[in-house]
């Protein structure tokens, strides 16, 4: 069975994006790979986290994996900090990866780019640690949204160097993004992605959003003035965001969605993606409910953080051998 390896920051709570572009995708993939789900609680931490806000951000991480559907018997689940091996394969890889290459990352040089202040060593070298969460486990593919493709491209480099350098040691992995659902937009910016850190809140819906609010922010997604549902990125970027979203969730082609609302408002239109997404997410509240109660989160971890730390001591060691740090 091939393996794929993903993960997801707890840096706030889960939203749309984070569901179509990555976790949705998990839960389908399970049944086929070994799906290696984590929680990146050390990349979260690359930027300042309120420690008390953290932990529920973590919980409620972990109890949405279940409630979307990752089944522990299936996949492995479990927190990054569990595995200590993550962090040192990360130095390890750090030592094997130019400046050069990470200063070509997107993400840091956006931050740059903006002036954000305080930028830390940990979101510089953030895609290695990365890399080291891939590689550790001979991951065939890594599921992520548009927004992860340029840090899988690296891990694949940092792989293949390291293999020339030592010998085989790494798998090299592929980023598998979903045709549908890569890069969904802000709801009230379609020319930005989803996030957890809109500060408007109004563009993201977040998967534990009340239904009413959900129903809210989708009736008041801005569109434009062209009255017609048809999917043009460039010139009716809402509308093709809205159209996005319905077809990751109803499985219907573009298409399809533009017949079925031919002639039809945007209010219609509207309506019928929150009904898709508010079912949607009302199945995932309810079982999100039962899993808070059944309180059965402490005991997946540990199964996850058992299988894992097997897996990464046997590479973090084979690693060290190769490169001669350890004494033999
Ligand atoms: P933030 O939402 O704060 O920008 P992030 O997306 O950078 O966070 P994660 O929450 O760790 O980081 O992302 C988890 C997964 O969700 C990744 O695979 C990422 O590509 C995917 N993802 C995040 N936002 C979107 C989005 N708007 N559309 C599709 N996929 C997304
Ligand atoms: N960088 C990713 C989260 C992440 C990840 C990973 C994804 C950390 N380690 C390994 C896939 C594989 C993000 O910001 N979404």
Excluded: W
């Excluded at 986290?49 to 932990?55: C, G, M, S, W």
């Excluded at 019928?272 to 997410?281: I, K």
Aim: charged share 25%.
């Amino acid at each position: 069975m091939k393996t794929m390896v993903s993960g997801i920051k707890p840096t706030g709570q889960l939203h749309l994006g984070n569901y179509l572009g990555a976790l949705k995708n998990f839960v389908t993939y399970q049944d086929d790979y070994h799906m290696i789900a984590f929680i990146a609680n050390l990349h979260c931490i690359t930027v300042y986290q309120d420690p008390k806000e953290l932990q529920t951000y973590l919980k409620d991480c972990i109890a949405l994996y279940l409630a979307c559907g990752l089944d522990p018997d299936k996949a492995t689940i479990f927190l990054q900090t569990d595995v200590l091996e993550h962090a040192q394969l990360g130095f390890i890889l750090n030592c094997n990866t130019y400046l050069g290459e990470l200063n070509r990352m997107t993400q840091y040089k956006d931050k740059v780019a903006k002036n954000e202040i305080n930028l830390t060593g940990g979101i510089y070298t953030y895609p290695t640690l990365m890399a080291a969460d891939i590689l550790m486990y001979d991951a065939d593919y890594v599921p992520v949204g548009d927004d992860q493709k340029q840090h899988v491209e690296l891990t694949r480099d940092v792989a293949i160097r390291f293999n020339n350098r030592y010998g085989e040691t790494f798998k090299v992995p592929e980023p598998i993004i979903p045709k549908t659902g890569a890069r969904i937009m802000s709801l009230s910016d379609p020319s930005k992605k989803m996030s957890k850190s809109d500060e408007s809140n109004k563009g993201c819906i977040y998967l534990l959003d009340d239904l009413k609010i959900v129903h809210k922010k989708i009736m008041s997604a801005v569109t434009d003035d062209k009255a017609q549902v048809k999917y043009d990125v460039h010139n009716q970027p809402g509308i093709a965001n809205l159209m996005t979203i319905y077809a990751s969730l109803t499985g219907k082609t573009m298409s399809e969605i533009e017949k079925e609302f031919e002639g039809q408002l945007y209010g219609n239109f509207k309506k019928a993606v929150s009904a898709v997404v508010c079912d949607e997410l009302a199945m995932i509240q309810e079982k999100y409910r039962n899993i808070v109660e059944s309180n059965i989160m402490d005991e997946v971890l540990l199964k996850g953080k058992q299988f894992a730390s097997k897996k990464a001591q046997e590479k973090l060691d084979l690693v060290q051998k190769k490169i001669g740090i350890e004494i033999r």
